[in-house]
């Protein structure tokens, strides 16, 4: 929030303007803010603290674990955050809707440390809007020890020999996704017949679902809550690091969703100034490098890449191999199918 003054009628300046050499009082500056809506453990304590120590900013950071939630706190007009991390499809619709600025480019250093891989993808073309964070893929984490073999497909989340075992998203499109993939199909398939008996899958394996979590999905693998989990790489390289062999993480066979979350700035933000300030500090190299090393998650800053943890640039749950990229898609926006999967997926977590 920008220092502001407060304003007096024209009549008392003048009075207090004849006091011999008496200072006007300057009001006091409000510390600026920076408002963060920010995907659940997604931003090291250290690196938030070691911003607001630089920079005098105090920040606020709200969580959330679906692009639906932020797509519908945005929409209310009543959000007030000055950054936000969406997904790739996601990105798209909050384009299209006008709840995120046009970046300018002129007030940021840092742009040209991104991996062009990332950058100037069809959900936003010439990075207009966005900044890629950070990227990875969706999968199946599985403990090695409850499992018949090794799993290598997505019909492990369907297989009745681990009922009440398994762990789904509780996200739409990465479910629907299974399914899709199963059946050789895209996972941006937008004919409403093959979207309704996807729905009629997910209600049938229903019955063998433990819980549908987005949050919580590796810490509930590592604790044995559940034995075989759907749920995005890097928390669960994470939790197979530390599981001494026990746990494992496997993009399927049949191909999955290679994800990229990008900083935006929404419209509705009111601290701007500080919203690239912000935008800035994680552009730099080491800053990238800390972020990937307390989230587990890849990063798209080529700079940073020599600064991070041997074992995690090493690590192809984090880093795939090009072989694993090359059969992973992006989520695409529908447009008005989007809203046949909602109601789908309603219906689906409704179902008994």
């Known amino acids: 929030m920008k220092p502001w003054i407060l304003s007096a009628p024209l009549g008392l300046l003048l009075l207090a303007g ?28 250290d690196v ?16 959330y674990d679906s ?30 809707e006008n709840l995120v600025r046009e970046l300018d480019r002129s007030r940021l250093q840092g742009f040209e440390n991104l991996d062009p891989r990332f950058l100037n993808q069809k959900f936003d073309p010439e990075n207009r809007h966005s900044i890629p964070y950070v990227w990875g893929t969706a999968g199946i984490g599985y403990d090695t020890t409850k499992v018949a073999a090794p799993i290598d497909s997505w019909g492990a989340l369907f297989d009745p020999r681990y009922k009440g ?6 996200d739409a499109r990465e479910a629907f996704g299974t399914v899709l993939k199963l059946q050789g199909k895209s996972l941006n398939e937008t004919d409403p017949a093959v979207l309704r008996q996807v729905a009629e899958v997910l209600k049938k394996q229903k019955a063998l679902v433990r819980t549908y979590n987005s949050s919580d999905f590796a810490n509930l693998l590592t604790a044995g809550d559940v034995d075989v989990a759907h749920g995005w790489n890097g928390e ?25 979350d990008s900083v935006v700035l929404p419209t509705s933000g009111r601290n701007t100034d500080a919203a690239y300030e912000f935008l800035r500090f994680v552009l730099e190299p080491e800053i990238a490098a800390r972020i990937v090393n307390g989230i587990h998650y890849a990063g798209a800053n080529r700079a940073a890449l020599p600064k991070i943890d041997e074992a995690i640039r090493n690590d192809p749950a984090i880093y795939p191999p090009q072989e694993v990229l090359d059969r992973c ?16 997926w309603t219906e689906i977590k409704a179902a008994s």
């Open 18 to 45: 004849c006091g011999a050499g008496e200072k006007a009082a300057e009001a006091p500056k409000e510390p600026r803010q920076l408002n963060i809506y920010i995907w659940t453990n997604y931003l090291p304590q």
């Open 48 to 63: 938030l603290a070691d911003f607001e120590k630089r920079t005098g900013i105090k920040t606020r950071v709200d969580t």
């Open 67 to 96: 692009n639906e939630t932020i797509l519908a706190k945005l929409q209310s007009g009543v959000a007030d955050y000055d950054i936000a991390v969406p997904s790739d499809y996601m990105l798209k619709a909050l384009i299209s």
């Open 165 to 170: 075992r398994i762990l789904m998203l509780d």
């Open 236 to 260: 669960m390289a994470e939790a197979v690091a530390s599981s001494k062999g026990k746990l494992a993480y496997v993009v399927p066979k049949e191909g999955g969703t290679l994800w990229i």
């Open 329 to 344: 898609e992006l989520l695409e926006d529908l447009g008005p199918t989007t809203e046949l999967i909602d109601e789908l």
